[in-house]
């Protein structure tokens, strides 16, 4: 028996309260983290968290994403959405039918003329998909594309917008799509994440605000939030040895925190001392994998050529040619943030500087999935968090929620094919209405996963990815 004032070092009030009154979940919600630590295993740091299923709801086309992310809302009228309509009305009136009562962002109260289309749009590869001439490059890869032109979100402005996306809800602090993925499947890498994010901005060095809650784990283990990977510099803070610190010294601290930690927790019950001493213990194994994963030198000068890159510069080109490293190390879910696409003004340039920044390597990414083995069951999306109006903000384009385009391509993706349709301004997706749930129930029906038996209990509720709705878009998988 413990005396009072050794539980009062042992424990605080509110670890006390969840021994007492929620000691069987707290207990529940270990095991489920990691079977191994409760069993008081010694290889419980021998692996990665495992998955909760055990095997896929159906078989599986893929087994990793890698989600092209366009922060600041590309305009689809300037790259998959050809409108001649538009085009023939530029500078008229939008028609009040269409415009009147619809939510709008900053063009509240102003004139509403419509504003054509500022590039042309070509026809490209065997299957004639329409493509903007700004991304000359991605239409040698026409045929493998399946692009969506009908999406619509529930969010007008960006923060929200990316919440949305991210985790399919516009309440801050819920897990992302990484998060879920990773807490289902688990992660095919036992030395680096199972989700990471890398971030770019363009020319213009527009600094469209993007958040860490929008990789975050929320109620799920803190284990699963995504890794920040810095593309310039050292790629995530302290991951070296201080100087006179060997990597047998580094272990040895490891070994005695991780000794201490359980300790503790055979006293408290806490399911974050798992967390807790699964992160050393990656952070351990991060060491030596990270590295091995920036050291380019055995990428063929080539391979360079191809991306466009010069590796370890922070561009796009550069992290797309990461993205590829790291899928081949098993990483499950890889996302690549680009900033420049939030073109209020100046649309006709803006968006051409920002398209050849990721047209080359964008579409060299597909060539070298394809030739390195990776392209069947790899799922490549590429997208933003809304779209443009068609409406003119001067030389501009406002917000736009109610139409907005993007691609899928990879294992499982019916290819060389255009999904969904938009009216003749471009406003309103009426055909095939793809929404961002159902993006989401169809990239985990992609991964083997169905969307609805996917849950966390939270707060006395079975929460998913896609909330109470989402269809699988069965028309665009082959």
């Not at 893929?62 to 790259?79: D, F, N, P, Q, W």
């Not at 990977?229 to 006179?244: A, E, H, M, T, W």
């Not at 597909?366 to 968090?385: F, H």
Request: a positive charge.
């Amino acid at each position: 028996m413990k005396t009072i004032e050794q539980l009062r070092q042992l424990a605080s009030r509110r670890t006390f309260l969840g021994q007492s009154a929620f000691g069987l979940g707290a207990l529940a919600a270990t095991s489920l983290f990691d079977p191994r630590v409760l069993a008081g295993s010694s290889d419980a740091k021998s692996t990665q968290w495992p998955g909760i299923l055990k095997t896929t709801h159906h078989p599986a086309k893929v087994k990793r994403v890698i989600y092209l992310y366009m922060a600041g809302g590309a305009s689809h009228l300037e790259t998959f959405d050809h409108k001649p309509k538009l085009a023939e009305m530029h500078g008229k009136p939008m028609p009040e039918s269409i415009t009147k009562g619809q939510p709008i962002a900053q063009l509240q109260g102003a004139k509403l003329n419509c504003f054509g289309p500022q590039h042309a749009f070509k026809k490209c590869g065997k299957s004639g998909q329409e493509i903007s001439t700004i991304f000359p490059k991605l239409a040698d890869v026409a045929d493998d594309l399946c692009i969506i032109r009908s999406l619509k979100t529930e969010a007008i402005n960006h923060d929200p917008a990316h919440t949305f996306m991210n985790t399919g809800t516009l309440i801050s602090g819920r897990p992302s799509m990484g998060s879920w993925l990773w807490y289902g499947l688990g992660s095919e890498s036992d030395n680096l994440p199972g989700f990471v994010v890398l971030t770019s901005t363009g020319a213009s060095g527009q600094q469209q605000p993007i958040a860490q809650r929008q990789w975050h784990s929320g109620f799920l283990p803190s284990q699963l939030q995504g890794v920040h990977f810095r593309s310039k510099g050292d790629p995530v803070l302290y991951v070296g040895n201080p100087q006179g610190v060997t990597s047998d010294r580094q272990r040895d601290v490891i070994d005695s925190a991780e000794q201490l930690n359980r300790m503790f927790d055979k006293n408290v019950s806490d399911p974050e001392i798992a967390t807790r001493i699964s992160q050393y213990e990656m952070a351990f194994r991060m060491q030596s994998s990270v590295p091995n994963l920036m050291d380019l030198r055995d990428e063929t000068k080539e391979t360079f050529e191809l991306y466009g890159a010069k590796g370890g510069d922070g561009t796009f080109a550069s992290n797309c040619l990461l993205a590829r490293r790291l899928a081949q190390r098993g990483v499950r879910f890889i996302q690549l943030y680009h900033r420049d696409w939030d073109h209020h003004g100046g649309v006709k340039h803006g968006i051409e500087v920002v398209g050849r920044e990721v047209d080359q390597p964008m579409t060299a990414l597909i060539k070298d999935l394809k030739r390195t083995g990776l392209w069947k069951d790899t799922l490549v999306i590429w997208g933003s968090e809304f779209g443009r109006t068609p409406m003119a903000q001067g030389d501009g384009r406002d917000h736009h929620m109610k139409a907005f385009s993007m691609w899928m391509a990879g294992g499982g993706i019916k290819a060389g094919t255009t999904y969904g349709e938009t009216d003749e301004f471009g406003y309103n997706a009426v055909k095939d209405v793809v929404t961002v749930h159902d993006m989401h129930a169809t990239m985990l029906h992609l991964l083997g996963i169905d969307h609805e038996k996917l849950t966390f209990r939270f707060q006395g509720r079975d929460f998913r990815l896609t909330d109470i709705s989402g269809n699988v878009i069965k028309g665009i998988l082959s």
